[in-house]
């Protein structure tokens, strides 16, 4: 039987030639990023921002948006979030608590479903959630927390094992993920919860996999071809990692489709950003990380005893910054 | 690289077959383990995002707590300064304070001061293993007395709080009758409460929320209804009104205001069954102290009658019939089983030692939770069976090797899992996830390296030993920086981060094992038996 080959044998790409472009892109889609997160806003969660949500899901057609908040509204909680969850029969309906009274707040809840059930008698209702502000204070810190040691301890991690070039390469990489995913976030306001920061963590997971494959093997290209340019060979890298990287990021986006089309509705933000952070983690890895190592100079002697690096290796940067050095 | 020896073979078997068979129960439905034997009985949780149920987070209202104790000080404070052996014993005392939470008062004959300070230091005490106590006694200006609290005592008193409160909330959350509760302290001053299947949370918050105090008191046998209903008790009693639906005539009693036995001295009540008349009964039963109180108060009040009083209204009020000596009581009366039950469980809760508010709730309905697990579990096979199937259609005898791997890695986790009785979450199932995609990715890393190396012109038992070793170091690295990336969330994470976090450092282990190692022997043996040429990679 013959078997398929995703990547042709003889596959040569050129893949840094294209690194200035990408990364002006990069750099484009991280500044976008950010102002869509500071203009829009991220859909928080009631995780993040304290509240009530309840899950509505509609046995029969849904009344509009506008319906069905405009009729919360009239409960009298204050202007009620609305947003369609996943199916096309459910929404969410999220309303802050009120304010400082204890008993106040907890009646909320009550009265919420309450109404709802009123309003729409053929509606079936289910999911209370209620989080408390200094709970949800406590939530975004310590996600946000967990989240940066996360991403630090693994670029220490790498400085330690490989070089401090590539750690600060994985460092960037995984930035510029979290902050595209952010982005992604903001431009569709599905809404972020800690769902979602798990998500998050599992695309830093999966990103500096790719990093680290493809930094394994310029490692052991470095050390078997010391005469070798550093951007042929972080080429050469790229393209003999690059059946790998297609193979495992096409099982992945293969599990994920079927997760988004098959899977529960509720995890239907988590698969959404799993699967985009796919795609920004590949990338990530190619044109972040890698083109990093270039202009954080690495050569051959990265990995070889400092002593006698000294010199050869001043010569070297000397001769690479006629050309390749942006 | 591709030697086994025969304890490594047999050892690694172990393993594959005890991931098997300790992954059963939790595929299996409960009527099925039950049958099964103890070491058998430990299954994977459910969190309540998949189960469906109620998840409450409560937090102590410390402030209350520290007024509480400011108070009994002051009280301890005066009943020391009182003496033990009649007037001569006493210690004048001057205005005393509690501003600032400290007790600060004036002691009037100078020379008794060291006397004073010698009896508050007796009603201080130890904080726990810290060498400090739990109140600092100053004297200033050689005149005043003043009390603090030492941060080491507020602690352990918050440390004591909380854990009575934890089983008094577990006491009540049993007596629901939900199955599987979990109850648990989380940092200083919080528990959660966790009841699988339950819809409902008002009612686990009503539960939770009551801060019961339960007395036993005697009903003024000379009170006169008709000032009662004005609103006018005897010196030395008081109107109690009754608890809403306790009372079939008079909405209220008068009692006396001592208190005869209290709710501490309450050791069990329960709902049962007169034997005699069949009638569903409560009966309750005091420790030794409670019992000789009891006896007693019951051997000089026969005929008369005494009421139990839960936060100050009046769950009953049944007549003594005879002394009851044993410390054991039945009260009788027109209950319903649910009624009798009710006031069973009313008497059994006891009292908080802390107002707990809620600060977090989440009720998941069952159908919601069965239905993710449904289109989980679907889109999960689709998921593997598509990912399998290309892996084969890749790299063909490899690539079959990869799946069985892939199917003991699966069978590993949910084991180690079950052993841990660790809970599988939303985003426990995204670690799933994760770890899978680490295990196909390790060997897609391996395959793709035989690849290489065959290219390159080697033989293939050269080859396939080069695939393992040169793309181990790649897989040793990734995961391990996976386990920092877990470690670090786990420590500083909350809830559904802490789930993902569990299962990823679980089936990283499991993964490079599967992965790795188990591969490895099956191409080994096969190399070894067949010994091939050239192979199709």
New interface residues.
Partial sequence: ?R????VP?DTNIQFLKWRNIAMAISFVSIVLSIVLVAVRGLNLGVDFVGGQSV?VEFTQAMPSIDVIREKVDAIGLGEPTIQQFGSDKAVSVRTALPEGD?AAA?RA??QLVQGIQKAFPTA?T???????G??SD??IR??A??LA??ML??SI??WV?FEWQFGVGALFALFHDVTLTFGFFALTQMQFD??I???L??I???S??DT??V???VR?NLKKYRKMEIIPLLDLSLN??L??TV??S???L???T??L???????FG?TAA?LLGIFIGTYSSIYMSAPILVWLKVGPDSFVPRTSAASAGAERIERKDDGAVV | MLDFPRWKTIGISIILVLGIVFSIPSFVPERITQNLPGFLQAKVNLGLDLAGGSHLLLEADVADLQKTQLANMEKTVRTAMRGERGPDDDIAIGELSTAGGKISFLVRDQSKLDAARDRLFSETQGAGMTGQRDWSIDIVDTTRIVMTPTAAGQRQAIANAMDTARDIIDKRVNALGTREPTIIRQGDDRIVVQVPGLQDPQQLKDLIGKTARLEFRMVDPNADPNEAAAGRAPVGSEIVPYAEGASAGAPFEVLRRQVMISGEQLINAQQSYDPQSGQPVVTIRFDSGGSATFAKVTAQNVGKRFAMVLDGKVLSAPSINEPILGGSAQISGSFSVASANNLAISLRSGALPVKMTVVEERTVTPELGKDSIRKGAIAGIIATVAVLVLMMVVYGRFGIYACIALFFNIFLIIATMAAFNATLTLPGIAGFVLTIGAAVDANVLINERIREELKRGRRVFQAVELGYSEASRAIFDANVTNVIAAALMFWFGSGPIKGFAVVLTIGIVTSVFTAVTVTRLFAARWLHAKRPTSINI
């Fill in positions: 039987m078997l398929l080959k995703l044998d899950r204890k907890d809840g009550k079936k289910g999911s209370v959630e209620t989080v408390s200094k709970v406590e939530l310590t996600g927390l967990s040691l996360a301890g693994i991690y790498i094992r800690l769902n920061v798990a998500a963590l599992t830093i997971g999966y500096l996999n680290i494959v930094f394994d093997r052991e003999e990692t059946s790998r193979m495992t096409l099982s992945m293969i599990a994920l079927m997760l089309v098959f899977g529960p509705d509720v995890i988590f799993m």
